[in-house]
T-cell receptor, first 114, second 109 residues
Framework: EAQVTQNPRYLITVTGKKLTVTCSQN?????MSWYRQDPGLGLRQIYY???????DKGDVPEGYKVSRKEKRNFPLILESPSPNQTSLYFC?????????????FGPGTRLTVL | QKEVEQDPGPLSVPEGAIVSLNCTYS??????FMWYRQYSRKGPELLMY????GNKEDGRFTAQVDKSSKYISLFIRDSQPSDSATYLC?????????FGDGTTLTVKP
C-alpha cells in the first residue's frame, strides 16, 4: 500500500531532551516536507526537501533540523525541544519536486513538550 | 499580513445545502491552487487542484479561481454529513507550500 508513515504517533517528552520523529514514504517520491499544525495558526511548513541531500527552510524552521540521506526517509530532529514546539506534526511527500503535485500526508505525530 | 487568508468559520449547514469556502492571497507568484480536506485525527488529503483562473468541477465540488482578485473558492453542492471536515486551501510555489488556516465544516443530517 502506498503510504507515508510517521513514528512515533504520540510522544510526551521534557524540555531539552533530544528527539527524532521519523518519516518514510514508499512511493519513490522526489519531494518531502514537514509541517506543524496548531489551533488558530493552521498548517505551517517547517522544512522541505526537493531531492536527496537537498533541504530548504520553510516558514518556521527555528528549533528543527532535518536530513535527507535516502529518498524514502526524511526525519525531523528536535535537538533541544521547548514547550512552544508542542504541536501536531505532519510529514508529506509528492511525486514532483516543485510541490505543485499532490502531497500525500502521513497520519501525524502529536508531540507534547513539558 | 499572511500570504494566504482563509475564511475562518466554523460553518454549520443542513444536509443538502450549498457550501462556499473561500481564500484570498497576496502573492502574485502563486500559480497553483489546491484544496485539501482533513478529517478529524487524520492528515490532509487533496480534494481539488487548479491552475490559472476559471472553474473546475469534480462531482459535487467546484473550485473557482479569480487571479485578478486573488480570490479562490470551493463550492460543495448537495452537501452530505460525510463532507464534515476541515478544508484547507494551499498554494505551492518553488518548493514551499502555504496553507490557509482551514475552515471547519459541519453538515447536519
Amino acid at each position: 500500500e502506498a503510504q507515508v508513515t510517521q513514528n512515533p504517533r504520540y510522544l510526551i517528552t521534557v524540555t531539552g531532551k533530544k528527539l527524532t520523529v521519523t518519516c518514510s514514504q514508499n512511493m519513490n517520491h522526489e519531494y518531502m516536507s514537514w509541517y506543524r499544525q496548531d489551533p488558530g495558526l493552521g498548517l505551517r511548513q517547517i522544512y522541505y526537501s526537493m531531492n536527496v541531500e537537498v533541504t530548504d527552510k520553510g516558514d518556521v524552521p527555528e528549533g528543527y533540523k532535518v536530513s535527507r540521506k535516502e529518498k524514502r526517509n526524511f526525519p525531523l530532529i528536535l535537538e533541544s525541544p521547548s514547550p512552544n514546539q508542542t504541536s501536531l506534526y505532519f510529514c508529506a511527500s509528492s511525486r514532483l519536486a516543485g510541490a505543485t503535485d499532490t502531497q500525500y500526508f502521513g497520519p501525524g505525530t502529536r508531540l507534547t513538550v513539558l | 499580513q499572511k500570504e494566504v487568508e482563509q475564511d475562518p468559520g466554523p460553518l454549520s449547514v443542513p444536509e443538502g445545502a450549498i457550501v462556499s469556502l473561500n481564500c484570498t492571497y497576496s502573492n502574485s507568484a502563486f500559480q497553483y491552487f489546491m484544496w485539501y480536506r482533513q478529517y478529524s485525527r487524520k492528515g490532509p488529503e487533496l480534494l481539488m487542484y487548479t491552475y490559472s483562473s476559471g472553474n473546475k468541477e469534480d462531482g459535487r465540488f467546484t473550485a473557482q479561481v479569480d487571479k485578478s482578485s486573488k480570490y479562490i473558492s470551493l463550492f460543495i453542492r448537495d452537501s452530505q454529513p460525510s463532507d464534515s471536515a476541515t478544508y484547507l486551501c494551499a498554494m505551492p510555489n518553488a518548493g514551499k507550500s502555504t496553507f490557509g488556516d482551514g475552515t471547519t465544516l459541519t453538515v447536519k443530517p
